[in-house]
Each structure stands twice: as C-alpha cells, then as structure tokens.
C-alpha cells in the first residue's frame, strides 16, 4: 500500500552521465516536489508541480530537469551528473486545501552516487 | 537569516525527561506549520500540523506563537525510539505549494 513509490532507490552514476530519477504516487495528488538532501542538512526543495504547472526554484541548476507526463508519475533528469551532485532525492506530494497547503507525502527516496 | 531556522543541537537526553524545541519563521504570511520527524537515512514524516490553539497528540504537544514567529514541540516522558531529526516546516501561502524546512534538530534519547 506504498503511496509514493520512488526508483530506483538506491542509484550509480559516472560523473557526466545522465541519469533519470522516477516518482509515482497513488495518492492521486496535485502537487508533486523534488527534493536534494545532503548529509545533515535539511532538504532543499528543486522545484515542484502543481498539476502541470512547473515551479523552478531560482537557485536550481539548469542540470536539473523535470518532467510530469500526468498525475502520478513525475521525473527528475540530471543531465550531467558531478560529484557535487551525490545525494539522497526525496519526491513528496500534497493535496492543498483552499489556499492552505498541507502536509506532504515523501517517498522513500533515491540515493544517487556519482563516481 | 534564514527563514526558518531551529535550535542547532544535538539534544542528549535520558529516558523519560522532557525535551522542547524552538524553531522561528520570518515570513509573516506564513500560513500552515508542520513537525516531520526524520531517521537516519529515512525520508521525512509528518509528526505534527501545528494549529494556531496548539495542540496535542500523546507525549507530543506543538504550540504556535504568530505574534513571535515562533513555534515549538515539547516531548514528554522520551523514549529511545524518539531518537530521530526533527524538522520544522513551513508553509507561506505567497509562495504557492513552497515548504521551507528548518535545518532539523537531532534529538538522541539514552537509556
């Protein structure tokens, strides 16, 4: 009864290989996040749909692409993976009330390791 | 400043004591606040929604003060599966579907 599934979860990339990160939920949700955590910090959010509307973060890199191709599947794209970019990627989903958004749904992650 | 910041940390604590954390805000418009808890290597979970009369669940009481920008999480009686980082969460209505976590706050429960 897995309600945001993430894969794979644990990833192995070369450094400049691209690499395609997958998220789908049951939830049936309209929001979608990506999320970069590093060790000890808190996550960072990449961007976010809502629906199909795309929200890119001002600070993520261009290296950082996303696709939604409908409600529960959603994609995260490293172009050209760097060594900096080694970290666990959480997908999270939420359903807003009203104009109030509420709690999110994270999947179990993806930790990605670029050699 | 950061917008959502958290007492640092770690907290050390024996079975059984009482342990609160801080975390404040600096976006007046923020409209909805959460408590995740998270384990090593594990995704975030929700904790707490944190309601503007407070509230409590268990050994879990969160409090918000929109005057201060502030909001709390008291835990009574810790037990060593309480071992975890908690986040602060919020959510400010002008950055439509935006959380901003806090940087967490590592509690370690020891027999």
């Known amino acids: 009864d897995a309600m945001v599934i993430q894969n794979p979860r644990y990833q192995v990339t070369q450094f400049g290989k691209p ?30 749909y809502y629906d199909k509307d795309f929200n890119n973060e001002a600070d993520t890199p261009d ?7 409908n409600t529960s599947f959603c994609f995260l794209d490293i172009r050209s993976p760097g060594l900096g970019d080694a970290a666990m990627y959480l997908c999270a989903t939420s359903r807003p009330l009203g104009r ?9 992650g993806t930790r990605l390791t670029v050699l | ?12 604590v ?8 801080n975390c ?3 976006n007046s418009a923020s409209q909805s606040f959460f408590w995740y808890r998270q384990d090593c290597r594990k995704e975030p979970k929700l904790l707490m929604s944190v309601y503007s009369s407070g509230n409590e669940d268990g050994r879990f ?3 918000l003060n929109r ?13 060593l599966s309480d071992s975890a980082t908690y986040l602060c969460v919020v959510n400010a209505d002008t950055n439509a579907g935006k959380s901003t976590f806090g940087d967490g706050t590592t509690l370690t429960v020891k027999p």
């Open chain 1, 100 to 108: 109030t958004y509420n709690e999110q749904f994270f999947g179990p």
């Open chain 1, 19 to 48: 690499v395609t990160l997958s998220c789908s939920q049951t939830l049936n949700h309209n929001v979608m996040y990506w999320y970069q955590q590093k060790s000890s910090q808190a996550p960072k959010l990449l961007f976010h």
């Open chain 2, 14 to 21: 024996p079975e059984g004591a009482t342990v609160a954390f």
């Open chain 1, 63 to 69: 290296n950082f692409q996303s696709r939604r191709p």
């Open chain 2, 24 to 26: 404040t805000y600096s």
């Open chain 2, 61 to 63: 009481t969160a409090q």
């Open chain 2, 1 to 12: 400043r950061k917008e959502v910041e958290q007492d640092p940390g770690p907290f050390n």
């Open chain 2, 67 to 79: 005057a201060s920008q502030y909001i709390s999480l008291l835990i009574r009686d810790s037990k």
